[in-house]
């Protein structure tokens, strides 16, 4: 069966440093991968998806940005995170035509 | 260009009660539709999609949702809650020639009390 890896589960980086979140899926391949913020108080935001290694679409201009290195593995990160950066991040991966699976997500505090 | 509505941002409501969760959306194209699950500090778990046929569909958990295309809502229902569904719920499309790209609502907080 498939599953998804997502780590770390919580994360407190101070404003200005980098940021690395990864995200990989086993049990299946050439998965489309997502990544999705979850801010407070609001519904999820798609940042970024990849149908492939190294293709890379973004939805929405901010300060991250997202790799796919390998057919199952999907990394977001920032050169220099922002207060506005803090939310819960979710990977998800999906087949065509299929529904969402979703990580357990990553807790990003700024201070 | 889609988008989702939930007309309800918080749903109290006693256990064993019915539960209605309402999901309005707009597409200029035929979709996808979805309801997910999220508990505390965890990711999103699917309850029920409809992909086509029929526009009742049954999902885990006794939930169940009605596609009417006419009124493009999605309603989501349960005749009888327990406390362990307090949750908060996520009504979501997808257009249909990008399946995995979806498109969520604010989402519902369900709280259900003894």
């Known amino acids: 069966s498939q599953t998804i890896h997502q780590w770390p589960a919580t994360l407190v980086q101070p404003v200005g440093s980098p940021l690395s979140l990864e995200c990989t899926v086993e049990g299946t391949s050439n998965p489309n991968l997502y990544w999705y913020r979850q801010a407070a108080g609001r519904g999820l935001q798609l940042l970024f998806y990849?149908?492939?290694?190294?293709?890379i679409s973004s939805e929405v201009p901010q300060n991250l940005s997202a790799s796919r290195p390998q057919d199952r593995q999907f990394i977001l990160s920032s050169k220099k995170l922002l207060l506005s950066d803090s939310g819960f991040y979710l990977c998800a991966w999906s087949l065509t035509n299929s529904p969402l699976h979703f990580g357990n997500g990553t807790r990003l505090t700024v201070t | 260009a889609q988008s989702v509505t939930q007309l309800d941002s918080q749903v109290p409501v006693f256990e064993e009660a019915p539960v209605e969760l309402r999901c309005n959306y707009s597409s200029s194209v035929s979709v996808y539709l979805f309801w997910y699950v999220q508990y505390p500090n965890q990711g999103l778990q699917l309850l029920l999609k409809y992909l086509s046929g029929s526009t009742l569909v049954k999902g885990i958990n006794g939930f169940e949702a009605e596609f009417n295309k006419s009124q493009t809502s999605f309603h989501l229902r349960k005749p009888s809650v327990h406390i362990s569904d307090t949750a908060e719920y996520f009504c979501a499309v997808a257009p249909r020639n990008q399946g995995g790209k979806l498109i969520f609502g604010q989402g519902t907080e369900l709280s259900v009390k003894p």
């Open positions: 990849s149908v492939g290694i190294g293709q």
